[in-house]
């Protein structure tokens, strides 16, 4: 990202602001593939050259709408929690925000499917911010096993049991999903 979001001040957030409201709401009409540049200016009602102040281009505009969504789910502060309270509070704050706004997940993935840039960028996104709240989490009492692998079953198994919950089989209430990933993850 070309802005320094340390920078805050009125006139770039309202800036920001605009072009990712306009990435989600042209998101619930087309796929992310199609979506150009231009479009997004004009819907913007900003020139160009604003918006290659602020992005690279419109992958790195679509990193910063996934940051707004970290920012929005709370995926934070998670270091005073117990491991199985971290885990699980991870999985409700997603699983939360995806329930809240099943409507418009469910419009954007008319036009996106999960095999597409859209959905493989967030994956990667979510999988990473979960990573890094993983990598945070001791377990050594886990037979001996790297953190890191322990980590990142726990990413896949959360990530799987979302998938499955919104986006592939018919939805699950929370406390169906919070069972399929205790069994899952054996705890």
């Not at 290659?52 to 929005?72: G, R, T």
């Not at 995806?98 to 095999?115: A, D, G, K, P, T």
């Not at 096993?145 to 929370?174: G, M």
Request: with cysteine; charged share 30%; hydrophobic share 35%.
């Amino acid at each position: 990202m070309r802005y320094n979001l340390e920078k805050r001040n009125r006139f770039a957030m309202r800036t920001l602001d605009a072009f990712s409201s306009t990435m989600f709401d042209l998101l619930e009409t087309k796929s992310f593939e199609t979506i150009m540049v231009s479009e997004l200016c004009s819907l913007s009602n900003y020139p160009r050259a604003t918006f290659y102040n602020y992005f690279e281009d419109k992958y790195d505009l679509l990193e910063y709408c996934w940051d707004i969504l970290k920012s929005k789910v709370r995926l934070y502060d998670f270091k005073d929690l117990e491991t199985d309270h971290r885990i699980y509070e991870v999985f409700g704050r997603i699983y939360d925000f995806f329930e809240q706004r099943q409507e418009r997940l469910f419009r954007i993935l008319v036009h996106n499917s999960l095999e597409g840039e859209l959905y493989t960028s967030f994956k990667q996104y979510v999988k990473v911010q979960i990573l890094e709240i993983m990598d945070t989490i001791d377990f050594s009492d886990h037979n001996g096993l790297p953190n890191r692998l322990w980590a990142e079953h726990y990413c896949n198994t959360i990530l799987l049991v979302l998938e499955h919950s919104f986006l592939k089989e018919q939805r699950i209430d929370k406390e169906t999903a919070v069972s399929y990933l205790r069994i899952l993850l054996q705890k």
